[in-house]
């Protein structure tokens, strides 16, 4: 038996196995395929302090081993997903993590304290990334002094499990890996999308009507692995690994790179199960390899010798 | 309450070629097929390729629930399409239904179904289902050109079926809503799919006489079940997701 | 007859399909295959002061619709171009701009100065974002007033048309690109590698000897597109688009977005007649929509309607 | 001199299984062949999907000029080499040809071709050049086990064949380099082509013999032309390029 046992701050996840952010609904879209209690964690959809319609459509565009989405944060609200949404999530034995966002300080800390509240929810993930709406968002995760206040001024009102997601949308992870940690992070989770655009060559128009929106899948997937093994050396906090996570091996690299736990978001559009199948493989991965406990895999990278002599120092 | 989704590798039994752009895909699974309603659709899996990623949402095109097969009728306009097109039988397609929200039944016994193009696909099912309720099908289907028209029998077993071509080379010449049979009033309600411009003539119709008129909606989609929120579709009441609250929609609803 | 010519700086290009740096080396390598006069331009592999071995092998990782790359800047330096290399260019009916790279503002404006006295030779591409050395390379392209230096110094010694690569790696594109064109730049060029790693999950190592690299390739495509749009809106001289690049569509959609030519990279290696392809299907696609002149495809795009209210403002 | 590389699409005439891991596919130009050397290889468009993007370089196992057709001999490894073995006859290879630098023809009479697993594969046109050559080729093969075994007759035909299996399902058991051949002194030279860690070994013996002695590398590669820098490999005399410099290289020159 392997010990898939992961710790995030003071929260204890059954296995590092977790479904990221607006790619699994509320769990309850996925449970006529799985049994959405063998994930490590749920992240649910945004949570913004007031009812948010999202952006105009479409909203989607598919790209070379990717997507574009420019869902905008669409949700009711905070007091309706304390009111409608909680009491559901409550009846699964599932870890339930809410990604909060917002476009002002204020609305991060009106809804990471109403959260705060709710015995059931043991973390949040604060998006300070999301690269789809007009304020707020991406604009407190890639500027330094903006993401340092937020993430104060949330931690003053939450004493759960705090994770910060970062922005790839930036030129030094590491900077905003520090920042999170310094203003009382207990763990942060990255990568959020890159801000990208499809065009229509033959309408002449751009695919998405905002214009623009945020890359996912196996595409960004290399990308996210140099930004995780960057943070995971910047920091000592927890790093929970996220991009282009499409099967167990995808996985493995993510932990291998640092996390300590990893979020599967774009490929549950393709498999549904994709995240359970990725939970297997790993248990076979750690058999294969020796490993009796997961956290054994966090890190344990060989460097080729001598490789500092030759990239440019990015931590 | 809704049927539970599945996700299920079904047996290609047959892929027909019907005209140079539609064919029609056989599907069979081993269990017994769920209740599946006219305008739902299913998620096929495709290839992995340069140009394809996600998967492509198809409506169900006739059940045959002995044999336990789903029909498909596809058009080829891409990678994915293509791909399809190509599956042969005793090869097994991936796919995730049923999904979505149906046509209604509604009140009234003479119904107008009128489709641009492959959104022909779904009106057989529906044809059927209004059948059986005791109800007057009546098929109105614009093509492109004669190259587009395939045997439409099984379509004119339920009811009568007209036909426009947009150059004429088979039925009426011009676009379906010019159609003589669209300037009658002896409908209760109008049921349509095809190309957006076409499905707002109709409603605009539909709404000039006061009458019943759904609408089945091709947004792009990357989940299907309601997960991602990409297929939003503006409506007078909010935000929708065509792949859950549609793709069948109310004309009256819709902001487009 | 369409007119394919594109005015770059000084620099007139028959056509806009030019074919990138480090993925076509000097131009010889695909004559076997095509004609390479019927390109716009060849951008060849970077030049710098001295002799550089590159980095350590393995330099190459395949990633999901694209590769990694870790060559780091490999070549025998400046003397050697100018005596070897150049007379062999000479012999081609190509426009060949040479690609600069180094690793102090010295080596720079060594390098430029030395290829200004080329009369063969009609522009320079300034590569201030190599993501594979340790020095220099993408240090200048990730620090506006570092980029605004070498440039300036640059630009003293080199006075025919001087063409900027900035790094997508950077969190604001205009700021680098604004910088470039306040510098004294002729055109930027976009864009290079994004810094990123893969992993050999069962061999628990690093697939690079650098660790990290550069992907290109279609995975990059969507990012790209959305820099040289940022770009194009932020300065008035020419942007010229490059990433994941592979076929008319995609040149399309750059010059769409803005850009005045295009440069065809990683895919190159796949079909090394894809350039050559590119230009035509891109005279079929002028010829369908009745361009008369491939000017008039750049930046027509036609916007969504009141896209400005939903997406962050990032120029 | 170089040939001139051609990138052509070819006919595939038979696919033929070896064994569980191995194929040979015959692949036919209907143009007259360029000259292709041992040692030399060609880069074969795999289809794009979740797992390949680049070309995959590939050995000559055996060229029939007379029928313009060339022999490869792969090895099942992952999704690209899987998706060639699924070629069926009649279907088009796309290819990149001739490519390399090849095996020398060197003075002396005897000479060891020495193989790990897939490595057999350019030693068939080595051995058939080296008796043309006037040259005696003897063949050293080491296997896996047996599983990777096919019929060796082409090569009895050329030479003395032995063989090295390391679970000693068939042959002697052991590497290759512990066979008795390679304690023997009758030979002039070795060729070599498999994992690193054999060729190194053979390498260091030849070394001990001060013999001459070539390997064919395999380090990855993107272009396979000699633009992108990207198969590098360090020599006594700087960074060579293993698809133009090498793959074959004297390993007197390898910093490995
Ligand atoms: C609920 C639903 C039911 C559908 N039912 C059917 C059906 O029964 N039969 C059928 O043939 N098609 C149907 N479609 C459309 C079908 O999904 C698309 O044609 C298909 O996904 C295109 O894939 P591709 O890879 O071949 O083309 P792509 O390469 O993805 O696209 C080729 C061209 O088609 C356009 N396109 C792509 N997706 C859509 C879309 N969803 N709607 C409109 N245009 C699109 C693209 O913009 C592009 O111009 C349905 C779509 C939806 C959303
Ligand atoms: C010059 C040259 C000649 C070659 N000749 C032959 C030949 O005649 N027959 C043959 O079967 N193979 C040959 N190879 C190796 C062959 O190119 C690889 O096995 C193939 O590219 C793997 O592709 P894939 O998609 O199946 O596997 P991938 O999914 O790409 O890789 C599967 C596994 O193989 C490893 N691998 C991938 N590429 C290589 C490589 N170049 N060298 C070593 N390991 C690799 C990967 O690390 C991975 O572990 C040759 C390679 C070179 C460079
Ligand atoms: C359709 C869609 C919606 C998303 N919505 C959110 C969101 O509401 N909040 C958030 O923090 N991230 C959101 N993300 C980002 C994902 O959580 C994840 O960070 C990103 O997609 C990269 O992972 P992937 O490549 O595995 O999808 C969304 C991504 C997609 C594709
Ligand atoms: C193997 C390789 C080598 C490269 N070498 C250089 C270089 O020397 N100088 C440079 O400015 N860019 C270099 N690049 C970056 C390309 O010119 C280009 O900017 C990048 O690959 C993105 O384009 P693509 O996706 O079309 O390849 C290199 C890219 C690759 C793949
Ligand atoms: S397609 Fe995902 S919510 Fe509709
Ligand atoms: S593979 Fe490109 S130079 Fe060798």
Redesign the interface.
Known sequence: MVDMQVNIGKLVLKNPVTTAS????YGS??T??MDISRLGAVFT?AVTGENR????????????????????L?NKGVDYFIEHIYPVLRQYDTVFIANVSGSTLDEYVEVAGKINDLSGIPAIELNISC?????G???FG?NRQSAAEVVKAVRKVYDKTLIIKLSP???SIPDFAKTAEGAGADAISLINT??????D?E????V?????GG?S???????A??MV?EAYHSVSIPVIGIG?I?NA?DA??FL??GATAIQVG?A??????VSVKILEGLKE?MER?HFSSVSQITG?????E??E??????F | MSV????ENLLVTANRRLNSEYFELILQSNESLPGILPGQFAEL?VD?T??????RPISFYDVNTDKSEVHLLIQEVGEGTRRLGQLEAGEFLNM?YPLGHSFTITEGTTFLLVSGGVGIAPMLLLGRKLKEAGKTPVFLFGFRSEKQWFDLSRFEALGEVFITTEDGSIGEKGLVTSHRVMNTGRFDGYYTCGPVPMMKAVSSIAASRDIFCEASLE????????????????TVH??KMACTDGPVFNTKELLW
Request: net charge positive.
């Open positions: 607006g790619c699994f609904g879209e996925y006529d395929f959809k319609e999202g952006n105009p459509a479409p909203r989607m565009a598919e790209t070379p081993s990717g997507m574009l989405n420019s869902v905008g669409q690269p789809n709406v007009k304020k968002g991406m604009v890639t949308n930036v030129a890159l801000l990208a655009m499809a065009i060559a309408k002449r128009k751009p998405l009507a905002t214009v623009t890359l899948g196996p595409a960004v997937k290399p990308v692995l140099r093994w282009g499409s091996t493995i690299e291998l790179a774009t549950n559009f393709i498999d549904p199960q991965y390899h344990n990278l060989e460097m080729p001598g490789f002599r030759f990239r440019p120092k990015t | 539970k989704k599945k996700i899996k992995h340069e140009h394809t990623f996600l998967r995730i947004n792009t989609m990357a989940c299907g079940i309601g997960a991602c929120l990409t297929c939003a579709q503006p909010g935000m």
